[in-house]
DNA sequence: TTGTATGCGTTATCAA
DNA sequence: TTGATAACGCATACAA
C-alpha cells in the first residue's frame, strides 16, 4: 500500500468532506456549487464538515478542471485617472459578493500592450472580459471575438460592439460642452487637449461640429498634446493658447485636470471668470463644484459604467444575453459660475 | 484505443511541445523555468517547438501542481484615493515584465474585510503579499503570520512588521507640517481631518505633539469626521472650524483633498491666503503647486512604496530577504505660496 | 439524487 | 542531463 504524502499545505480536500460527512466527493462538489441538486439532508451534513474542517475550495483546481476560471479579466488604460479608478471601483464593488475574482491590467493607453496583456489574460480562460474603448488594434480584435467568454466595451459607445458596450458618446459630450459656451456668449472658444486618445480626439471632433455650426471654428484655437493630462499642463497649454489667441473668451478642456490648471491660472494671471474667460472642463469631479468660481463640466456616470458592465457581463454568463447590447449612459451638463456670464 | 477528447479548449500543452520536440514532457516544463539545466540542444529543439504551436503554459495547472501561485495579493483601503492608486500603479509598473500577476483588492478601510480577503487570498496560495498599514485585526495577523510566503506592509513604518515594511512615519509628517506652520509665524492652526483611519490619527498625534511642544494646543482647533475625505467636505470642515474659532490664522489638513477645499472656501469668502489664513496640505498632488496661491504640502513617495514592496517581496521570494526589513521612505515638507507670509 | 471512473495540464519525486 | 510515474484538487460524463 502507498503512503500518500501530501505535495500540497495539508489543507483539507474536497475528498476528507466527503469522507467526514460520509457521501461521495462529487456530491460535496455540487453542494458548494449547486446546493439545490443536493437533498437538504446531505446538504446540511456537508456544510458540517465544510466548517469543521474549514474546507476552503481550490480555485485552481476548480479552474483546471472545469476549463473556466472564476476570472473577469478588466483592461484599462490608466490606474491613477480618477475616470478609470471611478470605473474599476465599480467593478469591484459590483463582484465583491461573488464568486468571481478580478485580474486587472493597465494598458498604460497602448494597443499593442492591450494586445499583449489580452494574450496573456485568455491564457487563463477568463469567464468574462471588460476591455476599455472602442479602438481595439485588429489582432486585438480578433482575440476578443474568439475568447469564447462574453466581451464588453466599457466607456463608449460606437457602433459595432464586439459583444457588448457599456459607455456613453464622447462625440456628442464635445458637442454639449461647446454648444453650453456658445450659447453663454463666447465666440473665440479655444479647445485644450492632453493625451489625445480616440476618446478625446472624438471629444475634438464634437468641439469641432460645434464651432463649424456656429460659424466659429479656427484650427488656431485647437492646443493639443500627446503628454498625459495633468492640472499641470492644463496651465501650460491655456498660456500656449492665450498666447495665439490673446482674445480667446472661452476653453473647452479635454477634462477637469486641464479646467483646474486653467482656472488656477486665471486667478494667478488676475484674468476674471467667467467674464474675461469661460471654462467648461469634461468628467465633472467632485472638486469642479466647489472650485471658485464653481466649475462648468460634463458630468460622466463612471462608477455606473463598471456596475453596468459587471451586470451585462452576469447576464450573458448566466446565459441570456441582455436585451440591449449597447448601453448608452449618456453624460450630463452641469452649469455652473465658470460659464455663467449673465451678470 | 481510447479516444482522448480534449475538454479544454483545444489548447496546445506541454505533451504536445514534447512531442513535437522528440523530448519528455518534464524536460520541457524545466526548459521553461530552469533553462540552465537543460543543454543547449534541447532547449532550442523545445523553443522552436513552444513557437510553433503557440504554446502557453497554463496558469491553473501550473499552481495546482506546485501548490503555489505566481499571483502577489494586494489589499489597498481605496481603489479612487489618488494615494493609493499610485501605490497601486507602482506595484503593477513592477510585475509587469515578471511572471507575477497582482490580485487586488479594496478593503473600504475595514478591518473585517481585510480579514475576509485575506482568507480568500491565502486560498489560493500567492508568491506574495502586500497590504495596506499596520493595524489589521489580531486574527488578519495571525493569517499574515502564517501565510507562508513574504509579506509586505505598506505606507507606515512601525515597530513590529510582520514580515517586511515599507513607508513612512505619519506621526512625523503631521509634526513637520505642523511646525512650520508655528514657523512661519500662525498661532491658531486648526486640524481638519476626515475619514479618520489610523494614519489619519496617527498624523493627528503629530500635530498634536507639535502644538503641545509650542503651548499652543487647544481641543477645539481639531475638527474631524468619519465621513471619507473630499474637497467638498475640506470646505465644509473648515467652514465648521471658523465657526468655532474666529481668530483661526492657520489650518493643516488632513490631506489635499481637504487642503483644496479650504483654498476655494478663502476664495468664495475673500479670506486672503497665506496672511490671513495659512494652509498645508498632506501628500503633495500635482496640483498643489499650480493652486493659486500654490499649496504648502508634505510630499509622499506613493509610487516609489509600491516599487519598493515588489523589490522586497522579490528578494523575500528569491530567499535572501533584505538587510533592512523595515524601509523608512520619508517625507518632504514643500514649502509654498500658502504659508508664505513673509510679505 | 448520488456515485464511479477518469481527465484537466503541470510539476515533484525518484530513478536512470 | 533526462525521463517515467504519480500526484495536485476538482469537475465532467455517464451510470446507478
Redesign the pocket.
Known amino acids: 500500500m502507498?503512503l500518500?504524502?501530501?505535495?500540497?499545505?495539508?489543507?483539507p480536500?474536497?475528498?476528507d468532506v466527503?469522507r467526514l460527512a460520509?457521501?461521495?466527493?462529487?456530491?460535496v462538489?455540487?453542494a458548494?456549487?449547486e446546493p439545490?441538486?443536493?437533498?437538504e439532508?446531505?446538504?446540511q451534513q456537508i456544510q458540517r464538515a465544510v466548517d469543521e474542517l474549514g474546507?476552503?475550495?481550490?480555485h485552481n483546481?476548480?479552474a483546471?478542471?472545469?476549463?473556466?476560471a472564476e476570472v473577469f479579466g478588466v483592461l484599462v488604460p490608466s490606474l491613477t485617472n480618477n475616470v478609470f479608478a471611478e470605473v474599476v471601483r465599480g467593478i469591484y464593488d459590483s463582484l465583491s459578493d461573488s464568486p468571481f475574482r478580478v485580474q486587472l491590467a493597465n494598458t498604460h493607453y497602448s494597443g499593442l500592450e492591450e494586445e499583449r496583456l489580452l494574450q496573456l489574460f485568455l491564457s487563463q480562460r477568463p469567464a468574462a472580459l471588460i476591455v476599455s474603448g472602442i479602438d481595439q488594434t485588429a489582432s486585438a480584435r480578433k482575440l476578443l471575438e474568439d475568447a469564447g467568454c462574453p466581451v464588453v466595451q466599457i466607456m463608449e459607445t460606437g457602433p459595432d460592439p464586439v459583444d457588448m458596450m457599456v459607455g456613453f458618446s464622447h462625440l456628442e459630450g464635445g458637442r454639449a460642452a461647446t454648444e453650453h459656451l456658445i450659447e453663454s456668449g463666447c465666440r473665440r472658444i479655444g479647445f485644450l487637449g492632453a493625451r489625445m486618445d480616440p476618446r478625446s480626439q472624438r471629444r475634438l471632433a464634437g468641439y469641432r461640429a460645434a464651432m463649424e455650426a456656429a460659424g466659429l471654428f479656427d484650427p488656431r484655437l485647437v492646443t493639443t498634446t500627446p503628454v498625459p493630462s495633468s492640472v499641470t499642463l492644463g496651465r501650460d497649454l491655456f498660456r500656449d493658447a492665450l498666447a495665439k489667441i490673446p482674445s480667446l473668451d472661452g476653453v473647452f478642456c479635454n477634462n477637469d485636470d486641464l479646467a483646474l490648471g486653467v482656472l488656477f491660472e486665471c486667478h494667478r494671471a488676475a484674468i476674471a471668470v467667467p467674464q474675461t474667460i469661460s471654462i467648461c472642463g469634461f468628467n465633472d469631479l467632485d472638486m469642479m463644484q466647489v472650485a471658485f468660481p464653481s466649475v462648468t463640466s460634463i458630468r460622466t456616470h463612471r462608477y455606473e459604467i463598471g456596475r453596468q458592465a459587471v451586470a451585462m457581463a452576469m447576464e450573458a454568463i448566466g446565459g441570456s444575453w441582455p436585451q440591449d447590447r449597447v448601453i448608452d449612459l449618456g453624460f450630463e451638463l452641469r452649469r455652473r459660475e465658470s460659464t455663467d456670464r449673465r451678470h
Do not use: F, M, Q
Open positions: 502507498k500518500r504524502t501530501r505535495r500540497g499545505g495539508g489543507r480536500t474536497i475528498a466527503a460520509g457521501v461521495g466527493a462529487i456530491t462538489s455540487r458548494l456549487r439545490e441538486r443536493v437533498s439532508n446531505l446538504r474546507y476552503v475550495p481550490d483546481a476548480r483546471l478542471a472545469s476549463a473556466r
